[in-house]
Each structure stands twice: as structure tokens, then as C-alpha cells.
């Protein structure tokens, strides 16, 4: 029964060729095609903290460094950190009789139970946004080294733009061939504009002095006490632990410091060759609901097998494999025999039935409300091919001969479906829907040989 | 009643909620104002079990001195359990000795031959049994059980404990405390 939900077992290949679980597939109703991940480019709408939900604009994570302004992860462990409140006695300065209590805040972790007094931090009087922001000793020498770096490329993008306009340089030697300096002809405004700014601008840009900061070789000696002191394991920081804070990378523990935490993001995926989206999802990050959600497993009917056969090397076998239309229009499904050659990974023989296969439309009030099904007497079914019937789903026998003598028995098989196009694309159309047939490469893993001797049941089959 | 009435010798201290559907078993001492939930297991098989004061024992914890079969018999093994500690729902505690304010959280298991001090936190899940005892204030969390050596001890469970001591007579019946009690050390 394991089987039935084991994604890996029934694969289909993409348009690129890579074979990937149902699951896993889009569907591009332009292309009619199936792209996987490596065919769909994936493009990020919005940028949202894990914790609080909150959306931030792309400029406005760029600016925060994509981290949310709010929430904060524990130093210790990465879980998020939380504020907790205790009422403190405070004596009243003035008056050293009258004590007034007040409520300070500190935040902890629910997991690793490191609180912000562990550091020696001093509680917070606000609830909210009462931390302090660690200072980068840094910060100033790598501002100076980014501005040095883009007023570098700013020079050089003027020196760019002034070998452009360099061909029109020849009118002003025209001009000089006949007397008149660079001034005079500004004076009659036969300079153009363009190039004067250039040449303004090119005399203006200053790349600023930066002292270079070079390795020098004087280091100070190790200190004695790397080898005399004892090592106190809980006082010195992990490397993920040291790694998280880059700024500061304390090496012990009483200087950890809580960061920020970090945003992800929400991902469109858009069709690589004609540009159309795939999935968008809904702009509320606590909804997982899409706008737009074309994925292969509402368009493509699955396929699942439920028993793993007994399977025995060039001994027949019946396997029964469960094909699922996903749409509300009934669909005609052909199984029909593996074109692709040289397929290494084959490894059975396939008796497929020859005739179609009528799948029922899907009936939501039995899938999503658990009303009884309507039974398949309307269907005619020659019961050898078509084991069982129910509402949506039908159980179909192939016969499966193993071709190797042990390892995973796969077959493969193209699987003819109809396609209706629920949606017209264009409004130019004159019939409402129209329907295409599309055929996808079938693999199926039905699990390990088992050995020929009687009594061994392979681990993947299970005893009648 | 879940008690075995031949051997068990249960002294209860003054203000200590027992719920008379827990499992008692053994010689066990508990302490003033300690809570012992319904479906808690103590089992008091090699020796006797102290339990001090402000304990909260919560269900489906199993608090065993079990025999070991291997070790001779004439030796009584005595568990001492200190004040202020919480044994959270699920855990599972042999150690001998746990000194005052430990938290043992959901699931935990603590072998017989660990000891615990003051302040240690054992996190859900966790499982500790080598012969150690626990420096004070430790934390033992995450699927590797990492430590970490906290600087505060664990906030008491005062309040849960006041209303519990009020919530849980209306709704279980309790075992009456012993009228004397001799003086424990903590």
C-alpha cells in the first residue's frame, strides 16, 4: 500500500527530456507542453518574514538588507526570539522609601532557553523595537571602499560615453581647420550640448584618495594561554553560531548578539519559451491559495499503482496501475507502447491493452464532500483490462514481464491523452473550447525482482 | 484506584495536591505543595523516593528507582528529588539524584546514572544517560542534544502551581496528607 504513496515511482518526461514525478510538473497550456523546474524561470514577487507575515516591497528589503525590521533569531539555535515581560522594583531616585514597579522586556528563546540577559544585554522599557542595532566597527572603512568603487564607475562609464560621441568631434575640427577655438564655437552654440557636458562632467568626477589596506606580515604572538588555560567548551561560539553574526564573528559566548531575521520570498514561475506565467501566488503571505496555477496534475490524468507485483525474472506478471482524470470533461486515455529508443532505463516487457480507456469526468461533491459515487455501470468495461472503477478513477491491468535478474524493475509507456482547453486564449476564437491530444513518456518503478525461489517475497511485494 | 495496596507507603506532605488516579508504588515521600497530576507513575521499586517541596509533577511522567538486576541486593538505592522542579508531560526519569529548579520537558528520558543540580533544563525528546553529573544551569536541547550553560535559572512555576492547587480538587479526587511529616533535607 506503501506504493500508492511513494511520489517517486511513476515519473513523466518533460519536453527537456528529465523525467520528474507528477508533482513536480507544470503544464504550459500555450506550449501544451510539460516543463519541469529546469524549464521555467522563476522569478520572485514579494519579500516576506517567516514570523510575522509582514510584506515588504523588493526597495524597501533592499534597503533593510533583506531582513525584517521586527523579528529577531536567536543567536544560539536560529529559532525566533521572542519578548517576554517581568515587572521589576524600581527604587524611586529621589525618594528612597517609595518604590514603583515597572514592566521591562527581554527577549528569549523558546527553544534553546537563551535570553538576551545571557549577554548581559539591559532589559528593554518598550516592547517593540527597544534593541539596539549593532554598530559594524567596520561600517566606516567599507562605505568609503563602496563610494571609491562607484565613482570609479561612474569615470569610467563617462570615458565610456565620450568614445561615443568622439566621431562627432570631427565637425569641431572642421571648425578649427577654420579658425574657431572650442570657446567661440560655444559662444555660437555649435558645440553640441552632449558632448560639452561629457567633457564637464569628465573634468568633475574626482575619484576620491583611498589609502590601500595591505597585509603586512606582523602578527602577535599566540598567547600563552592557548596552552595553559583550560578550554570551556560552552563559553566558545559554534562556527554556524559565529558565521551568522558576519560583522562581528564573536568568538565567545557572552558576546552573541541577536540578529535579524531574514525574508523569503514568493515565487512566480513563468514558461521559458513563450513567456506566459505558470504559477503566481496570492499577494497575502499567509495565503497559500494562487491566482494562477497551471500545474500538470490538474491538466494530466495520474497514474499510481496500489500492489506492488510479485515480480519474477521472464515470468509474467499482472500489475494493476490506477489512472485519475483530473479534469470535469471525461477523458479518453490510450495506453500505448514506449517509442524512445535505447532506453536504459527499462528493464520489463509490456503488454498494454489495445483499447481506449474511458476515464469519468471528476465530480467534486465526491472528491471534496465524500458523497457516494455514482457507479460505473454506465461505463462498459471488459473486465480483463479494467479491473475496478471508481467515480474519477479506474484500475487498469498490464502484464510485466522482468527482463533483468534482480534490481528495480521500471517500465515505460506513452500515455495518449485528450487535452480540452477550458479557456480560450484568444478572444478571436470562434469555438469556446478546443481539444488537442498529447501524449507523455511513461516510467514506473515496480520495485525489486524478487528471487525465483519459492517462499522469498521481495521487500517491495507484499504476501496474498 | 491504580495503587497496589500491599507495598505502598505513601507520606504526603501538608498542601501537596496528589490525584488519587496516579500510580504510587513503593516507599515515596512527597513534599509540601508539590502537585502530582492523574495518570502520573511513581514507582518506587529498589528504594525509597523522596520528592521535596513545590514540585510539579505532570501526567503520564514516570518516576522509577528501578531495581537493577545485576547489582547485588542488600544496597537500597535512595532517588531524592529536590524543590521547584517540573516534570513535564511524557518524561521519563531513573536518576538518582535531581537537585532544586530542573525543568524536564515533554518526552525526555534521564537514565539512572545521571545527575542533575540546580537550574538544568533537559529539552523535549531528549536523551540522557551517561554516568554525569550536569554542571548547573544547563540546557540540553535539539535533535543532538547540544548544550549550553544558561546564566539564569529557569523562571519557577509558581503560579501554575497556585492554580492548579485550587483547579484540581473540583474536578479529582485527592489523596489526603499524612498528618506528620519528618523534616527532609532539600
Given at each position: 500500500m506503501a506504493a500508492y504513496m511513494e511520489w517517486e515511482r511513476c515519473l513523466l518526461d518533460c519536453s527537456c527530456g528529465v523525467s520528474e514525478p507528477i508533482s513536480r510538473l507544470y503544464f504550459c497550456r500555450y506550449c501544451l507542453k510539460l516543463r519541469c523546474r529546469e524549464c521555467v524561470s522563476h522569478e520572485v514577487d514579494s519579500h516576506y518574514c517567516p514570523n510575522c507575515l509582514e510584506n515588504t516591497t523588493s526597495a524597501e528589503a533592499k534597503m533593510r538588507k533583506n531582513r525584517c525590521p521586527n523579528c529577531f533569531d536567536c543567536p544560539s539555535c536560529k529559532h525566533t526570539l521572542s519578548t517576554r515581560a517581568t515587572t521589576t522594583v524600581i527604587t524611586d531616585p529621589t525618594d528612597k522609601t517609595k518604590t514603583t514597579t515597572k514592566k521591562v522586556y527581554y527577549l528569549a528563546c523558546g527553544f534553546c532557553r537563551w535570553t538576551t540577559r545571557d549577554v548581559a544585554m539591559p532589559d528593554m522599557t518598550v516592547a517593540t523595537g527597544g534593541l539596539k542595532e549593532l554598530e559594524n566597527p567596520h561600517a566606516n572603512w567599507i562605505g568609503g571602499v563602496l563610494e571609491y568603487y562607484m565613482e570609479l564607475g561612474q569615470l569610467e562609464k563617462v570615458q565610456r560615453d565620450k568614445k561615443k560621441y568622439a566621431k562627432r568631434k570631427t565637425h569641431l575640427n572642421l571648425s578649427d581647420k577654420y579658425g574657431l577655438t572650442s570657446v567661440v564655437a560655444k559662444k555660437r552654440g555649435m558645440l553640441s550640448p552632449a558632448s560639452l557636458q561629457l567633457k564637464e562632467q569628465a573634468d568633475k568626477v574626482k575619484v576620491r584618495d583611498i589609502s590601500n589596506r595591505d597585509a603586512s606580515d606582523a602578527v602577535e604572538p599566540l598567547s600563552q594561554d592557548y596552552y595553559t588555560t583550560d578550554c570551556i567548551l560552552s563559553d566558545i561560539t559554534t562556527i554556524s553560531q559565529r558565521l551568522a553574526l558576519v560583522e562581528l564573528q564573536p568568538e565567545q559566548t557572552k558576546n552573541l548578539f541577536p540578529s535579524r531575521k531574514l525574508l523569503i520570498i514568493r515565487r512566480s514561475h513563468r514558461c521559458k519559451e513563450c513567456e506566459h506565467n505558470l504559477t503566481k501566488s496570492d499577494f497575502n503571505p499567509s495565503s497559500i491559495k494562487f491566482k494562477i496555477q497551471m500545474v500538470a496534475i490538474q491538466h494530466i490524468p495520474e497514474i499510481r499503482f496500489i500492489k506492488p507485483p510479485m515480480l519474477v525474472f521472464n515470468e509474467e506478471s499482472e500489475v494493476v496501475l490506477t489512472l485519475t482524470n483530473p479534469t470535469v470533461i471525461q477523458s479518453h486515455v490510450n495506453l500505448l507502447p514506449s517509442n524512445k529508443e535505447n532506453d536504459k532505463l527499462v528493464t520489463a516487457e509490456l503488454v498494454l491493452p489495445s483499447s481506449e480507456l474511458i476515464l469519468a469526468p471528476k465530480d467534486e461533491t465526491v472528491t471534496d464532500y465524500g458523497e457516494e459515487p455514482s457507479d460505473g455501470s454506465a461505463y462498459q468495461d471488459d473486465p480483463s483490462i479494467v479491473t475496478f472503477r471508481k467515480a474519477n478513477k479506474i484500475g487498469v491491468s498490464v502484464k510485466v514481464k522482468p527482463t533483468i535478474e534482480s534490481g528495480n524493475v521500471w517500465i515505460a509507456f506513452i500515455l495518449s491523452h485528450q487535452y480540452t482547453n477550458m479557456t480560450p486564449m484568444l478572444k478571436s476564437e470562434s469555438s469556446g473550447v478546443s481539444t488537442f491530444q498529447l501524449e507523455h513518456l511513461v516510467h514506473v518503478n515496480l520495485g525489486q525482482v524478487s528471487d525465483s525461489t519459492a517462499g522469498s517475497h521481495s521487500p517491495g511485494s507484499r504476501p496474498n | 484506584m491504580a495503587e497496589k495496596v500491599a507495598k505502598s507507603n505513601v507520606k504526603i506532605g501538608q498542601g501537596a495536591v496528589v490525584c488519587a488516579e496516579s500510580d504510587l508504588q513503593g516507599d515515596i515521600t512527597i513534599g509540601a505543595k508539590t502537585v502530582v497530576h492523574p495518570k502520573a507513575t511513581i514507582i518506587a521499586e529498589a528504594g525509597p523516593i523522596i520528592i521535596g517541596d513545590y514540585n510539579l509533577i505532570e501526567e503520564q511522567s514516570h518516576i522509577i528507582n528501578k531495581k537493577?538486576?545485576?547489582?547485588?541486593?542488600?544496597t537500597m538505592c535512595v532517588m531524592i528529588i529536590g524543590n521547584h522542579n517540573v516534570f513535564e508531560v511524557g518524561s521519563y526519569v531513573e536518576a538518582l539524584k535531581i537537585g532544586d529548579g530542573n525543568v524536564l520537558e515533554a518526552k525526555c528520558k534521564l537514565g539512572r546514572l545521571t545527575e542533575l543540580t540546580n537550574g538544568c533544563i533537559i529539552g523535549p525528546m531528549c536523551e540522557v544517560n551517561i554516568q554525569e553529573t550536569l554542571p548547573e544551569n544547563t540546557v540540553i536541547y535539539g535533535s543532538n542534544c547540544n548544550r549550553r550553560v544558561q546564566s539564569d535559572r529557569p523562571p519557577t512555576q509558581a503560579l501554575q502551581l497556585e492554580f492548579l492547587a485550587k483547579i484540581l480538587p473540583n474536578y479529582h479526587h485527592l489523596r489526603r496528607p499524612t498528618k506528620t511529616l519528618p523534616k527532609l533535607n532539600p
Open positions: - | 537493577v538486576t545485576d547489582a547485588d541486593g542488600s
